[in-house]
Nanobody, 111 residues
Framework: QVQPVESGGGLVQAGGSLRLSCLVSRSIFSTVTISWFRQAPGKQREFVAISTTLGNTNYANSVKGRFTISRDNAKNTVYLEMNSLRPEDTAVYYC?????WGQGTQVTVSS
């Protein structure tokens, strides 16, 4: 299974926005659940958001109302739109497509 590829991380001030992208193999994109996780320094990896093949979505309570996950089937890409970012959102963000994990993209939110 081809590994997902994340992009879009960076440094942003508190209150700002970023959009992360996860490119998933076209051969599996329409058949797998795709989710975002994050891992802050010294902490365990935690769930952020999920998009199922039926179009259902769900979010961690800590990001609900601020983050939005969406699929672009034509581009076999899943996006994570992150608004009203907080310093505690600082982490490496990972995309999971089926059973495969990406390498992660760093998001840093300065206060």
């Amino acid at each position: 299974q081809v590994q997902p590829v994340e992009s879009g991380g960076g440094l942003v001030q508190a209150g700002g926005s970023l959009r992360l992208s996860c490119l998933v193999s076209r051969s599996i994109f329409s058949t797998v659940t795709i989710s975002w996780f994050r891992q802050a320094p010294g902490k365990q990896r935690e769930f952020v958001a999920i998009s199922t093949t039926l179009g259902n979505t769900n979010y961690a309570n800590s990001v609900k109302g601020r983050f939005t996950i969406s699929r672009d089937n034509a581009k076999n890409t899943v996006y994570l739109e992150m608004n009203s970012l907080r310093p505690e959102d600082t982490a490496v963000y990972y995309c999971r497509g089926g059973e495969s994990w990406g390498q992660g993209t760093q998001v840093t939110v300065s206060s």
